[in-house]
């Protein structure tokens, strides 16, 4: 994956799975793309957590710096 596309991956993931955004809201929100082009991406995110560290240290972030700690399970 090129490294705009990882980073618009973990954007999608964070904007949905930690904000709690629509797919829809995001697509709009990235510029012009419609859910199904958020829930590929998203999907593509989930995989990358599941067997990429260094994406997974990146979505760990993510998700730190946008949801208190008491909502991480810390």
């Known amino acids: 994956d090129r490294p705009a596309s990882?980073?618009?991956?973990?954007v999608?993931?964070?904007a949905v799975r930690v904000?709690?955004?629509?797919m829809a809201e995001t697509g709009r929100a990235i510029g012009r793309r419609d859910h199904t082009t958020v829930r590929s991406?998203?999907?593509r995110a989930e995989e990358m957590i599941a067997?990429?560290?260094a994406f997974r240290l990146l979505s760990q972030r993510i998700a730190a710096r946008f949801c208190p700690a008491e909502e991480l399970g810390r």
């Open 41 to 43: 991406g998203l999907l």
């Open 51 to 53: 067997r990429d560290p």
């Open 6 to 10: 990882r980073a618009r991956y973990a």
């Open 19 to 22: 904000l709690g955004r629509s």
């Open 12 to 14: 999608y993931w964070g």
